[in-house]
């Protein structure tokens, strides 16, 4: 007989998966059954691994749209121009009401407002309904909307698992569509759910903030990864050998993804000067075509290996295992990326695998540096080269401090047992 609690996951957006496979994962390690709701999640981290598992159950929902009815007579009466206007002008008007209604008036959040489809809403709660839930857990903001929607109707306590800060400051949140409308339906479950779990006090103390909450049961949970510690961490290589590359050459990684706010051209115009046996390595993907054509053109001294073939999830500890120093920078000029310290997952692969980080003076990384001595911050791009040599002088002490690093903040199974202590005694 299965007496094991349940737990409902909901995630509703595509980035950020690995966190929520190895929350899944953590759960069923800890003794819960686990209901993992999925919608639009494209390529699910670590999910194959979670399908054998018969603690876990997934629901993954297909991105779809089913029309109003008398919905489609309407709009092909429309010509195509008029029909993109109409919707745009009518949408706005109605959100910039709906927002400022709800924000100043305490009006109660309407289906019209949430960030998901209303067949969604319907065939999840099907599911909900035919079994008992101790606790649901929304990760990001869609996610919470859709737990919190359940969690109110249905009298189940449930909790926000938030990993990105798109406060209403944020430079994109007016750009990413229905943005807004997530960040009210964010705000508004938020102030109604039973603890938060977020990365470090100072995205918590923004996150609150931002929320209008005075306070809320705060989980820290750093963006960790799974330990294994059966695995040789000695340096791979990989690369060298995928670039042909002497076994020599000292490999600096830029990690992810490549824009104007991870300073990528900056690193491409450094790197012309440095020495013969060091390489720029920039592995990840470009937001254009344009972007990556000009890290080319710049690159005029061959001093970049661009690395753009993502490989699978299970691969990617050899892709970062064969670098030697891991750059972690992000702009200032919005807490979502000044505050990644504890919230990015480069910086977990970096010290799993002994590399030494280098990222600007910012309070995380500053605390982390000074704290372990596994890594450099600095204060600008132009004191890059000097890290790079202070790094090496003392590779090896840095290495073990990394290892140290690792173990102490970004051990997924260490970080996540405050998290479970709640749902066992809550």
């Known amino acids: 007989m299965n007496n094991r609690q349940t737990?409902?996951?909901?995630?509703?957006?595509?980035?950020?998966?690995?966190?929520?496979?190895f929350c899944a994962r953590m759960l069923v390690n800890a003794g819960?059954?686990?209901?993992?709701?999925?919608y639009d999640t494209k390529d699910l981290a670590g999910l194959d691994s979670l399908k054998n598992l018969s603690e876990i159950r997934i629901h993954n929902f297909e991105k779809a749209e089913i029309p109003m009815p008398g919905r489609k007579k309407f709009i092909k009466k429309l010509p195509l121009t008029r029909i993109r206007k109409f919707k745009d002008i009518f949408f706005r008007i109605y959100l910039y009401l709906a927002a400022h209604l709800y924000r100043y008036g305490h009006f109660p959040l309407g289906k019209n407002l949430l960030p998901l489809p209303s067949w969604l809403i319907q065939r999840s709660e099907k599911i909900i309904e035919a079994k008992k839930f101790k606790y649901l857990i929304g990760v990001e903001k869609k996610g919470l909307s859709w737990a919190g929607w359940h969690g109110v109707k249905l009298n189940i306590p449930f909790i926000y698992h938030?990993?990105?800060?798109?406060?209403?400051?944020?430079?994109?949140?007016?750009?990413?569509?229905?943005?807004?409308r997530t960040k009210?339906?964010?705000?508004?479950?938020?102030?109604?759910?039973?603890?938060?779990?977020?990365?470090?006090?100072e995205?918590?103390?923004?996150?609150?903030?931002?929320?209008?909450?005075?306070?809320?049961?705060?989980?820290?949970?750093?963006?960790?990864?799974?330990?294994?510690?059966?695995?040789?961490?000695?340096?791979?290589?990989?690369?060298?050998?995928?670039?042909?590359?002497?076994?020599?050459?000292?490999?600096?990684?830029?990690?992810?993804?490549?824009?104007?706010?991870?300073?990528?051209?900056?690193?491409?115009?450094?790197?012309?000067?440095?020495?013969?046996?060091?390489?720029l390595v920039l592995h990840g993907?470009?937001?254009?075509?344009?972007?990556i054509n000009q890290i080319q053109e710049m690159d005029k001294k061959n001093k970049v290996i661009l690395s753009l073939a993502l490989v699978p999830s299970d691969q990617i500890h050899r892709i970062i295992n064969s670098a030697h120093i891991g750059l972690s920078f992000y702009a200032y000029s919005n807490d979502n990326d000044r505050l990644t310290a504890y919230a990015s997952e480069k910086m977990a692969l970096y010290q799993k695998f002994g590399l030494p980080f280098i990222a600007f003076d910012y309070s995380g990384y500053r605390e982390i540096a000074g704290r372990f001595k596994s890594g450099v911050v600095i204060p600008s791009?132009?004191?890059?080269?000097?890290?790079?040599?202070?790094?090496?002088?003392?590779?090896?002490?840095?290495?073990?401090?990394?290892?140290?690093?690792?173990?102490?903040?970004?051990?997924?199974?260490?970080n996540s047992q405050r998290v479970i202590d709640f749902l066992k005694t809550g």
């Open 7 to 21: 737990i409902g996951i909901f995630q509703a957006e595509w980035p950020l998966q690995s966190q929520t496979a």
């Open 32 to 38: 819960f059954q686990v209901e993992l709701f999925l």
């Open 162 to 180: 938030s990993l990105e800060l798109y406060t209403y400051r944020h430079p994109d949140l007016y750009e990413i569509p229905k943005g807004v």
């Open 184 to 201: 009210i339906a964010e705000e508004y479950f938020h102030k109604k759910s039973t603890a938060t779990i977020i990365q470090d006090p």
């Open 203 to 279: 995205r918590g103390r923004v996150l609150l903030r931002d929320n209008g909450l005075e306070e809320t049961e705060l989980l820290y949970l750093p963006v960790s990864i799974l330990d294994d510690p059966d695995k040789n961490r000695d340096h791979d290589t990989y690369l060298h050998e995928k670039f042909q590359l002497p076994k020599n050459q000292i490999l600096i990684i830029q990690f992810g993804l490549f824009y104007n706010r991870r300073y990528t051209v900056e690193l491409v115009k450094i790197a012309q000067n440095f020495p013969e046996n060091w390489s």
């Open 285 to 291: 993907y470009g937001l254009s075509n344009d972007y």
């Open 381 to 414: 791009l132009g004191q890059l080269t000097e890290a790079i040599e202070t790094i090496l002088s003392s590779y090896e002490i840095f290495r073990k401090n990394a290892f140290s690093c690792f173990s102490e903040c970004y051990d997924y199974g260490k």
